[in-house]
């Protein structure tokens, strides 16, 4: 998001703007420094599967399952206002072939992993897509979870999913107030959101929403709306943030624009070094 500015204040580092794989072996085994735009992977089947030696909690025990993750796209079409998979990831969806994932879910497998949390943007951006990728998680004979749009759901889709192993769906949500909705560009039916929960519990997948408050212009009372939603709802997990704006997003742009500077902005911390997941 910041590759040139960070590589401006630190020109000891090296800094890699995109996706790194085809790029930092060479850039670290020669010390390079400074900024390397390294773009988008196009052909993600030619990247080798990750060695999970390295690794401190992957695979890990989930619940009474023992997981892995991985990915089978990179990229999200859709343009809500404060995300940056568009910026980072691009608009324009990478997949990797079904053999390719169910390749590296095999080799899982014989590693003793009972489940893959898939870490797409979005599991379920195509329909036949999401419908061959389930029937070979069947055949696979392996659980899995995954972050899906839910206006791109239905009862049919949906009973694919289960009957592949799919135990537990996690739904961007944001908000439970139409206007706030509109405004971010997500999903404003709340119907909608309500017959997907209500189907998910009758297969019984498991749900998990994600809701962000402080959007701008957003009052007390739609705050409320959104909590009593979410109670309305009964997820099996339900998290709330504080909205933050990214640089490049539209968010950003908006609240720039609203007087705020590049400074208030970017000094919100979101990770934090401690418990590393980097052996």
């Given at each position: 998001l ?13 800094v890699?703007k995109?996706e ?5 072996v060479?850039a ?5 420094t400074?900024?390397?735009?390294a ?6 089947d030619k ?26 796209a990179?990229?999200?079409p ?7 998979v568009?910026?980072t ?6 997949t ?15 590693q003793g ?10 599991i379920?951006?195509?329909r036949?897509r ?11 004979d ?5 972050l ?16 592949s192993?799919c135990?537990?769906l996690a ?5 439970g ?32 929403a994600?809701?962000?408050i402080?959007?701008?212009t ?8 959104t909590?009593?939603?979410?109670l309305e ?8 943030m504080?909205?933050?704006?990214f640089?490049k997003t539209k968010?950003?742009?908006q ?8 400074q ?5 911390q979101?990770?934090q ?7």
């Amino acid at each position: 998001l910041c590759g040139e500015e960070l590589a401006s204040l630190r020109p000891d580092l090296l800094v890699v703007k995109g996706e790194a794989e085809n790029v930092i072996v060479e850039a670290v085994r020669n010390k390079k420094t400074g900024l390397i735009n390294a773009g988008q992977i196009k052909e993600l089947d030619k990247l080798p599967f990750i060695d999970r030696s390295l690794f401190v909690n992957d695979p890990c025990l989930e619940g009474i399952r023992y997981e892995s993750s991985m990915i089978t796209a990179r990229g999200c079409p859709y343009l809500c206002n404060f995300c940056t998979v568009p910026v980072t990831n691009g608009r324009n969806v990478r997949t990797r072939s079904i053999n390719n994932v169910i390749a590296e879910i095999n080799q899982l497998k014989a590693q003793g992993v009972e489940s893959i949390h898939f870490m797409d943007d979005m599991i379920n951006f195509n329909r036949q897509r999401t419908i061959q990728l389930s029937n070979a998680l069947k055949e696979a004979d392996i659980d899995w979870r995954g972050l899906a749009r839910i206006e791109l759901l239905d009862d049919k889709l949906l009973e694919t999913m289960s009957d592949s192993g799919c135990y537990r769906l996690a739904f961007g949500l944001e908000s439970g107030t139409p206007r706030i909705l509109r405004n971010i560009g997500k999903n404003a039916d709340l119907n909608l959101v309500r017959g997907v929960f209500a189907k998910c519990k009758n297969l019984g997948i498991e749900t998990k929403a994600f809701f962000t408050i402080g959007h701008p212009t957003e009052t007390e009372d739609e705050i409320r709306r959104t909590i009593d939603f979410a109670l309305e709802l009964k997820p099996n997990d339900a998290y709330f943030m504080v909205v933050r704006a990214f640089p490049k997003t539209k968010l950003y742009a908006q609240m720039k624009g609203n007087g705020f500077s590049d400074q208030e902005l970017n000094k919100y911390q979101q990770f934090q070094d401690s418990n590393a997941y980097v052996k």
